[in-house]
């Protein structure tokens, strides 16, 4: 005779409360694994109540034998889903716990550390998956950027402190030889503008002030000095292209792509054109 709903309830409360102790003992296994105990016991406690509400006493009376299981893969789902700070694909995280106890196992075994190769024979699959899934190392856990890089030492040099930068050094070299001899073919007035312009950075109601003129001449002399500048680039850039077109048909070279964006916002080091 089937039970009352109140009555399948109080159950259900008490099997959960007689089997917090092994949902807890399954948690024990994943400490220190970067997420919170509490959070994890939690976890565990919702699969232990999916258990005792999916049990079926008919099919078997053994509780323990299919609660350990469906709290440990809840426990699993966690740390799939929701434990990894950058989450790589499923099968590269299930590709790392094979490797981790292929690893351990070959160490056990052969007294040394496993190289990639000893654990894609192991595990018998290709050595560029396990070199993947070891590239993927520390998706989990993640070093933080600030974190001192010597164990102990407060004040030394971090890892933000060694990962390059780009050097926008070498993009304004780039747009210097190439604009060096445009400007120089400029004007004299021209050139002057320019260099005021963008060399002392003088605002354009400076630079008309110094030639006796509206700022608005100005701005259209400056919009036409870019513009030549730029038609100029162009045409060596095709001029360049052609000759080695028809010298090395395989090796076609343009002009630094720096030099042509630089001509509208144009700053060259403080040197005179």
Not at 42 to 49: S, T
Request: with cysteine; hydrophobic share 40%.
């Amino acid at each position: 005779m089937a039970a009352d709903p109140e009555t399948r309830a109080h159950l259900h409360e008490q099997a959960v409360l007689l089997n917090v102790e092994v949902a807890e003992s399954i948690v024990m296994r994943y400490r220190n694994r970067g997420v919170p105990v509490e959070d994890l016991v939690q976890v565990a406690c919702l699969g232990l109540i999916k258990a005792v509400r999916g049990f079926d006493p008919d099919k078997s009376d053994h509780f323990l034998s299919y609660a350990a299981p469906t709290i440990l893969g809840e426990v699993k789902r966690f740390f799939r889903d929701n434990a990894w700070t950058v989450r790589p694909p499923r099968r590269i995280q299930e590709l790392q716990a094979e490797i981790s106890a292929a690893s351990a196992e070959l160490m056990h075994r052969n007294g040394g550390v496993a190289t990639p190769q000893d654990i894609a024979n192991q595990l018998e699959i290709n050595v560029k998956e396990v070199n993947e899934a070891l590239a993927a190392d520390g998706c989990f856990a993640p070093r933080s950027l600030d974190r001192p890089r010597a164990n102990g030492v407060e004040d030394g040099p971090s890892l933000a402190d060694i990962i390059g930068d780009d050097d926008t050094g070498f993009a304004r070299a780039e747009a210097v030889v190439a604009l060096r001899p445009l400007c120089r073919a400029l004007a004299e007035r021209d050139r002057r503008i320019i260099y005021l312009r963008f060399f002392h950075e003088w605002t354009q109601a400076r630079i008309a002030a110094e030639f006796g003129v509206t700022q608005m001449q100005i701005s259209r002399l400056l919009t036409r000095i870019l513009k030549q500048l730029r038609n100029q680039l162009e045409e060596d850039t095709e001029l360049v292209n052609a000759e080695y077109a028809g010298s090395s048909p395989a090796r076609v070279t343009t002009l630094p792509t720096s030099a042509k964006t630089a001509v509208p916002t144009a700053r060259p080091m403080r040197k005179s054109a």
